[in-house]
């Protein structure tokens, strides 16, 4: 009887019962398409540029400028989706990123002016779909209480998966056929990703007439940007640590040891959403989102205190197994606190603030790196554990009244 209970509380058959029900597994495939660009764009731009034009500079400030502008236009194309419908903006920014990535591979290889290129940048980002709200979105609509814990989960799993294949193949991409030729995946792609979600009509949201409450700003709620907070500092984490792994790697004359304390932590996360999304646990959300900052800020302690491989890669295993269930956590706590005429929107400021918060942790830790080497880095990785643990202990009261 007592193993029935355990196996009644941990089954990762959860896993097989959600994409087993109709729409749910092509959902998962169409989103996994759109999805991959997220994970290639930047570093496509960043081989592209620097290949082309040699100047690490230039393709890091272009880069730069298209994560920073996909994370302000974000919210706004999340917002039009709730009020036109996710059909609508799909068709209308697969387009015009379309276009604007071509106008970029162009702009790059005819060597025209800067201003020019980075016209083409803010263009690919302000069109960029915000997908990671809008999946989440539609599995809102498809499945129960019950199952969407699962779907969370399994999303984050594949976000995992895609962010550490992603880079690789952009790389290999433009290293072994194009400088473009990453980029250009990531066009045809986001086309036809978007184009399979918009023929996905069992998922479709829909549209909520206006409210007093449907119609509010999700960025004007409290809980929202309680999560944004919580969003942010596992960005600055994931920044800081990419950082500091690299510059660590270089300082003991070991390059690939960076890539194997990055994947250490990357499974580490692999590993705690696979097990989250499968256990069907009692406590509430908003004491999981403590226990589960708690961990990423213990996980970051020992990185100030050694510079031994095997203590390193322990603690980013640590570090690791908290950042997919912290943001499980966090999307759960959002369908359920926030109108499901702003659910996208919702989203789409939580996507927002982890890459600003990422884009945060790569400029302050490189900076640091450069100053005073990999150990300081890791104050910066502290930072963001503790930020983590103190948001989410602070907004215990809110998020549970609420």
């Known amino acids: 009887m007592e193993t029935e209970a355990v196996e009644s509380k941990f089954s990762f058959g959860s896993y097989t019962r959600l994409l087993s029900d109709p729409g749910h597994a092509t959902l998962s495939l169409f989103g996994l398409l759109v999805r991959f660009p997220v994970a290639m764009r930047s570093i496509s731009c960043i081989m592209l540029i620097s290949a082309t034009m040699d100047s690490l500079w230039i393709a890091g400030t272009v880069a730069g400028t298209l994560m920073i502008t996909q994370a302000i236009a974000s919210p706004v194309l999340g917002r039009f989706a709730d009020k036109f419908s996710q059909r609508k903006v799909l068709i209308i920014t697969c387009c015009c990123h379309v276009i604007a990535i071509l106008s970029l591979i162009g702009l790059v290889l005819l060597n025209m002016h800067l201003w020019a290129i980075m016209a083409a940048a803010i263009a690919t980002g302000c069109s960029s779909v915000p997908v990671d709200g809008f999946i989440r979105t539609r599995w809102a609509s498809m499945v129960t209480d019950e199952a969407l814990r699962t779907a969370y989960a399994l999303e984050t799993v594949l976000d995992e998966i895609i962010f550490l294949l992603g880079p690789l193949i952009a790389i290999v991409l433009a290293t072994a056929w194009h400088p473009a030729a990453g980029l250009a995946l990531c066009a045809a792609l986001t086309f036809s990703g978007s184009l399979a979600l918009v023929l996905h009509r069992r998922s479709e949201p829909v549209i909520v007439h206006k409210s007093a409450e449907s119609d509010r700003r999700a960025i004007s709620m409290v809980w929202v940007r309680a999560l944004m907070i919580s969003y942010a500092a596992v960005g600055l984490f994931l920044g800081s640590i990419d950082v500091m792994m690299i510059a660590y790697a270089k300082e003991v004359g070991n390059p690939t040891l960076a890539g194997v304390l990055l994947s250490i932590c990357a499974a580490g996360s ?13 406590l509430s959300q908003p004491r999981l989102l403590l226990i589960t900052s708690a ?101 215990q009261k809110l998020l549970s009244n609420k």
């Open 270 to 282: 692999l590993v705690g959403g696979t097990c989250y999304g499968a256990m069907n646990w009692s």
């Open 295 to 395: 961990t990423l800020c213990a996980g970051t302690l020992p990185l100030i205190f050694t510079s031994v491989p095997v203590v390193m890669g322990i603690s980013a295993f640590v570090a690791g197994l908290s950042v997919a269930p912290l943001l499980i956590t966090c999307s759960n706590l959002l369908e359920s606190l926030t109108p499901k005429g702003c659910l996208s929107e919702g989203f789409s400021w939580l996507s927002s603030a982890g890459w600003l918060g990422f884009s945060l942790g790569v400029s302050v830790g490189g900076q640091l790196s450069d100053q005073s080497g990999a150990g300081q880095v890791a104050w910066v990785a502290m930072a963001a554990g503790t930020l983590a643990l103190l948001s989410s202990l602070f907004s």
